[in-house]
């Protein structure tokens, strides 16, 4: 086995075990410590340093960095978690690149495998949905909303008893209750301590970072894929 070889091991054991620290601590307390992504950051740049053939291994890196300014913004406008985009960040130091698959992976393939997967509680919030209509529970009792905001709300959320790790998407304007549809920020949202609520779940992002970098290990990237089924 070449020295090249076994440090892409190296970096795809590394990976895996700060990716799974970091989503335990995601699911268990709802936050990650920064120390992780300072010490796998270091021994990440260590391992290029390791490297045989810098002038192979940087210019890698630089490539797969090209993630690190659009997870910032992704970050800074809401729609996911500081630790989120830490993460992307020093898996494209950490393992640049990397897949077992043969097939092409880019720096963005980790994310965009995520946010595939990211559509599965979707479509269990609408089965759910779908289940209790048809038994014929009335989810939205009290709710004076057009058919669109509830068909999306359906997708998004369901009427939690009570809810636990989840963001309201109700409000009350006099006697009438509102669906609120607008995005939350994944940081500054409170949790919803009302019972009997619409809600919609907050799930860990860190799972689906962590299964998009297992895909993209295993299988490559799934949006490239479709791609290539077509041209």
Same mark, same amino acid.
């Given at each position: 086995?070449?020295?090249?070889?076994?440090?892409?091991?190296?970096?795809?054991?590394?990976?895996?075990?700060?990716?799974?620290?970091?989503?335990?601590?995601?699911?268990?307390?709802?936050?990650?410590?920064?120390?992780?992504?300072?010490?796998?950051?270091?021994?990440?740049?260590?391992l290029v340093l390791l490297g045989t053939?810098?002038?192979?291994?940087?210019?890698?890196? *630089?490539?797969?960095?090209?993630? @690190?300014?659009? !997870? $910032?913004? &992704?970050?800074?406008?809401? %729609?996911? *978690?500081?630790?989120?985009?830490? @993460?992307?960040? !020093? $898996?494209? &130091?950490?393992?640049?690149? %990397?897949?077992?698959?043969?097939?092409?992976?880019?720096?963005?393939?980790?994310?965009?495998?995520?946010?595939?997967?990211?559509?599965?509680?979707?479509?269990?919030?609408?089965?759910?949905?779908?289940?209790?209509?048809?038994?014929?529970?009335?989810?939205?009792?009290?709710?004076?909303?057009?058919?669109?905001?509830?068909?999306?709300?359906?997708?998004?959320?369901?009427?939690?008893?009570?809810?636990?790790?989840?963001?309201?998407?109700?409000?009350?304007?006099?006697?009438?209750?509102?669906?609120?549809?607008?995005?939350?920020?994944?940081?500054?949202?409170?949790?919803?301590?009302?019972?009997?609520?619409?809600?919609?779940?907050?799930?860990?992002?860190?799972i689906f970072i962590t299964a998009g970098?297992?895909?993209?290990?295993?299988?490559?990237?799934?949006?490239?894929?479709?791609?290539?089924?077509?041209?």
């Amino acid at each position: 086995m070449s020295e090249l070889a076994y440090l892409d091991q190296i970096r795809i054991i590394l990976s895996l075990t700060m990716l799974g620290i970091a989503t335990i601590s995601d699911i268990k307390k709802r936050e990650i410590s920064d120390i992780i992504w300072i010490v796998f950051g270091a021994i990440g740049i260590g391992l290029v340093l390791l490297g045989t053939d810098l002038g192979q291994e940087l210019p890698k890196i *630089g490539i797969s960095l090209i993630i @690190a300014p659009f !997870v $910032l913004l &992704v970050w800074r406008i809401g %729609l996911f *978690g500081g630790a989120d985009a830490f @993460a992307l960040i !020093v $898996l494209a &130091v950490l393992a640049p690149n %990397l897949t077992l698959s043969g097939n092409t992976v880019t720096p963005f393939t980790a994310l965009t495998n995520a946010v595939l997967m990211s559509i599965v509680p979707m479509i269990i919030n609408v089965t759910r949905n779908t289940i209790l209509l048809a038994a014929k529970k009335n989810i939205f009792e009290g709710f004076d909303e057009t058919a669109k905001k509830k068909i999306i709300a359906m997708f998004v959320g369901y009427r939690a008893a009570n809810p636990k790790f989840s963001f309201s998407i109700e409000r009350k304007i006099g006697n009438q209750k509102k669906l609120n549809l607008a995005l939350q920020h994944a940081e500054n949202t409170v949790f919803c301590q009302k019972s009997d609520t619409w809600v919609t779940p907050g799930i860990p992002y860190m799972i689906f970072i962590t299964a998009g970098f297992v895909v993209q290990l295993i299988y490559g990237d799934i949006i490239m894929s479709i791609f290539g089924t077509f041209y």
